[in-house]
């Protein structure tokens, strides 16, 4: 199994582990729930090196990225990051992604951990015909994820990047606690953040600065257990879960993130059929409204009919409440309905929800 | 940590006696395993069980794991408190964490189970 560099920094915070495509990564420290509620309250530091990064350079690097991805990378000035997609001819997911635009003709992708080497070979299959590098620098990076309303007030003391300055997905580079990074104002729990790259072979500098300036802050460390209720909440998609290559970015309730005017990228005629024509089945919020929690790949029935699977599904430990998301005939998705899952044999009703679950505005 | 005077299963549960009484729950090592608890599925009062018959399921956040009856009995009352107070699992898991009493059909069962000094060996053994 791999180790991120630091793993010998999570040992000494007591970690439990788990195994993750590969990893061997931080499951929990104090308890998904208190580093949950640390997140949404205060601020949370996570690991995240496992997941991908390739750096495609050159001088069609541009039209490489547009025609990989439905969201426009056009528009993006260089220190600026954009979510998007890895797309099939058929308009699914290959995988979700954060596009980097970090200089003239140089774009980072961040990619899933599950699927890094899956894109990095996706991405080389295409690039006959573009002037274009491409390069698997996964193993060179290390990434953590400073998440929270104080994570600015913690990060500020440690670099000369004035953060105040940075606007959502703006990206700077500079030094943090002395170490050279690339600093991107983004994240995955639904609230304000950052998440820091660095190429150091030093990285636990990185994290034990954040760690020490955190202490006055109530700043924990954050598994991957509740980095999911995290996301779930605030409804971003997993990998695997939400998206994958049979649900078309449409039916993942991403139009947003679909430029057609843009010109042609992989999947685009299909995806401006499916929008012209309509979609049959689209992902919906749920919650449960009789007893249980509602988890991956439980049936999930309408009118006794079974239509589909969970897809992510959890305790939320905000809301107290069991949450959770599927795909639903389009005709079933209105806020409201009611349809049910099964749970240990039981049909346990559920309501169509509006999502995200969770919205950092809605708190004091 | 685990009392002398309670049993311990392979599974994690502990049984308390008082007369042909069972009072049973899962153990600290158990509730440390899980993480936090958010659920509780409590059997029905009146059910009969038979020894490592599934009566309830357990849920934390992350997973979901069966209790099994450490004995084979009736069950007498189950903890309504953990319909509201689940937590109680992980922050008392030997007192008022307890999940169901049985009344015991033979107590010669309690035989196959294992004292506290044995559960301690046990537990040394798995994270071994």
Known sequence: MKRTRLYAAHEKEGAKFVEFFGWEMPIEYSGIIQEHMAVRHHAGLFDVSHMGEIVISGNQALDFVQYLTPNNAARLDVNKAQYSALTTPQGTFVDDLLVYYLDENVFLLVVNAANTDKDFQWILSHKQGFDVDVQNKSENYTQVALQGSEAHKILQPLTEIELNDMSGFAVERGSVAGVEAIVSRTGYTGEDGFEIYTLSPNPEKIWDAIMEEGKTYSLLPIGLGARDTLRLEATLMLYGNDIDESTTVLEAGLRWLIKFKKGDFLGREVLLKQKEEGIRRKIVGFELIGRGIARPHYPVFVDDEKVAEVRSGSFSPFLHKSIGLTYLPIEYTEIGTEFAIEIRGKRIKAKVVPTPFYKKEEKQ | ?128
Do not use: C, R
């Open chain 2, 1 to 128: 940590m685990y009392p002398d005077n309670f049993y311990y299963t392979k599974d994690h549960e502990w049984v308390k006696t008082d007369g042909d009484k069972a009072t049973v729950g899962i153990t600290d090592f158990a509730q440390k395993q899980l993480g936090d608890v958010v659920y509780v599925e409590l059997p029905q009062s009146g059910s009969q069980l038979e020894f490592h018959q599934s009566m309830g399921v357990i849920e934390s956040v992350k997973a979901v794991s069966d209790i099994f009856s450490p004995i084979s009995g009736e069950i007498i009352e189950t903890n309504e408190e953990l319909n509201d107070s689940p937590e109680l699992v992980n922050e008392n898991p030997h007192d008022s964490g307890w999940i169901v009493k049985i009344k015991i059909k033979d107590e010669k069962e309690l035989e196959k189970l294992m004292s506290a000094s044995e559960y301690e060996k046990f537990l040394e053994g798995l994270e071994e």
